[in-house]
T-cell receptor
Framework: KQEVTQIPAALSVPEGENLVLNCSFTDSAIYNLQWFRQDPGKGLTSLLLIQSSQREQTSGRLNASLDKSSGRSTLYIAASQPGDSATYLCAVRRPPYNQAGTALIFGKGTTLSVSS | DGGITQSPKYLFRKEGQNVTLSCEQNLNHDAMYWYRQDPGQGLRLIYYSQIVNDFQKGDIAEGYSVSREKKESFPLTVTSAQKNPTAFYLC?????????????FGPGTRLTVT
């Protein structure tokens, strides 16, 4: 059974610091991996999507990497800002031939707090 | 303005009552999903649908029901059989071809049952 773990559960950093959020998964047979941001009481905003054949994706100050063989992904945030404060969720998509089709399996998230 | 809408944002019900949560998308996506989020638990899949008039149970389907009569709509009914219905409910959709199956989420409905 696929399990997704995110470490740390919470992280506090001063503004301007570079940081890394970690995500690990137990079954390397994934179709893709998606990083989301969630603000309190809100829905999820997709940040980056990495296909299983890709090693990394970049969007602005965000860079996500994927190592399928070791079951790991990292989300790198450069020059953090107070507006980056939110919960970051990692999710993997099961291959189409598995049960639950195209649904995602989520980690519990890392809550980031950036102080000014 | 494309996206996913969920209504209402907040919903309050008495124990023993059924309640239906609305989810509509105008992204022309084939697949739609319902997830439940509890504090410290992460998101868990309730039901999903990959095509109109077809849907499948997810990991925690007991006490819930869905319908998919139209491509753009996937309502979720929380029945009185659901033992712990108070939670944050999120609807999502994705294309099944192209775009890498990226999932998009609605703003959520917070259900409180007393």
């Amino acid at each position: 059974k696929q399990e997704v773990t995110q470490i740390p559960a919470a992280l506090s950093v001063p503004e301007g610091e570079n940081l890394v959020l970690n995500c690990s998964f137990t079954d390397s047979a994934i179709y893709n991996l998606q990083w989301f941001r969630q603000d309190p009481g809100k829905g999820l905003t997709s940040l980056l999507l990495i296909q299983s054949s890709q090693r990394e994706q970049t969007s602005g100050r965000l860079n996500a990497s994927l190592d399928k063989s070791s079951g790991r992904s990292t989300l790198y945030i450069a020059a953090s800002q107070p507006g980056d404060s939110a919960t970051y969720l990692c999710a993997v998509r099961r291959p189409p031939y598995n049960q639950a089709g195209t649904a995602l399996i989520f980690g519990k998230g890392t809550t980031l707090s950036v102080s000014s | 303005d494309g996206g996913i809408t969920q209504s209402p944002k907040y919903l309050f019900r008495k124990e023993g009552q059924n309640v239906t949560l609305s989810c509509e998308q105008n992204l022309n996506h084939d697949a739609m999903y319902w997830y439940r989020q509890d504090p410290g638990q992460g998101l868990r899949l309730i039901y999903y649908s990959q095509i109109v008039n077809d849907f499948q149970k997810g990991d925690i389907a007991e006490g819930y029901s869905v319908s998919r009569e139209k491509k753009e709509s996937f309502p979720l009914t929380v029945t009185s059989a659901q033992k712990n219905p108070t939670a944050f409910y999120l609807c999502a959709s994705s294309a099944l071809a192209g775009a890498g199956y990226e999932q998009y989420f609605g703003p959520g409905t917070r259900l409180t049952v007393t």
